[in-house]
């Protein structure tokens, strides 16, 4: 469970939504980090100033009653309220989800995404916390930079063949939980996610300077499935990549 959020659970949603007005200036501050609380039908009950600004509104309360579908393009807001609802109705928490955004002004952000449940002491659910938090830069003085740093610059410039997890730890001298671990902590994500990232970026970039065939833009990107390639882009962004193709043009 995210530190962030290790407290909102159980609870009453109206008795937070009110201890919350007491923090909002502070929520308003993180101009990294999207904040929010939704209630059980997925509608936003409390956002941070940071959200309202990426989606083009002036005040917060602007965006209160309403869903994500109601807020984002309707290209790919109904596909973050499908998000929510599935949290909703299974109770399962997201985790650190390696995401694509594209605010208003259609300016693409990566950032990880935590969702989180919220239930009442008798276990109801009655909504939901969640942040998403710009990935940031990574941490150049952690004694392990420089082993990582080349792991990063492998998986830049191979991501269009398969990468094993043996061929990474080789590269930087270090067992698979140590990869995992210190890739976190430099990357904050996972080896698995910066060969995801390294790959969507360069397909996000094909597809918006090159009129190349989907099916080839998979290819170079290290899909030899079109429908895998899909798949992925639209979990990390979504939108399928020829959505993506028409939305940012």
């Not at 962030?4 to 200036?25: F, N």
């Not at 290209?75 to 309220?81: A, I, M, N």
């Not at 970026?201 to 895998?228: K, V, W």
């Amino acid at each position: 469970m995210h530190p962030s959020l290790t407290s909102l659970a159980p609870c009453d949603i109206d008795t937070l939504l009110r201890s919350l007005q007491a923090i909002a200036p502070l929520l308003d501050t993180l101009s990294d980090t999207v904040f929010f609380i939704k209630d059980n039908q997925a509608r936003y009950a409390f956002v941070n100033q940071t959200l309202a600004r990426r989606c083009g509104f002036k005040h917060c309360g602007d965006l209160v009653g309403l869903t994500a579908e109601q807020v984002f393009p309707e290209r790919f807001g109904p596909l973050y309220t499908e998000q929510d609802r599935r949290v909703l109705a299974s109770g399962r928490e997201l985790a650190d989800q390696l995401e694509l955004h594209l605010y208003y002004g259609n300016q693409p952000v990566w950032c990880l995404t935590h969702k989180l449940a919220l239930r009442e002491p008798s276990g109801r659910i009655v909504g939901l916390a969640g942040i998403s938090r710009d990935l940031q830069s990574p941490q150049a003085s952690h004694p392990a930079f420089q082993k990582l740093a080349a792991v990063d610059a492998h998986i830049k410039l191979h991501f269009a063949r398969p990468i094993s997890l043996a061929e990474l730890t080789a590269i930087a001298g270090l067992s698979v939980a140590q990869l995992e671990r210190h890739c976190k902590r430099i990357f904050q994500l996972t080896p698995r996610q910066m060969i995801h990232k390294a790959r969507l970026e360069e397909a996000s970039r094909l597809l918006l300077e090159q009129d190349l065939p989907i099916t080839e833009i998979a290819l170079r990107c290290g899909y030899t499935d079109h429908s895998a390639f899909s798949r992925q882009f639209r979990a990390l962004t979504s939108l399928s990549p020829s959505q993506y193709r028409e939305n940012q043009r």
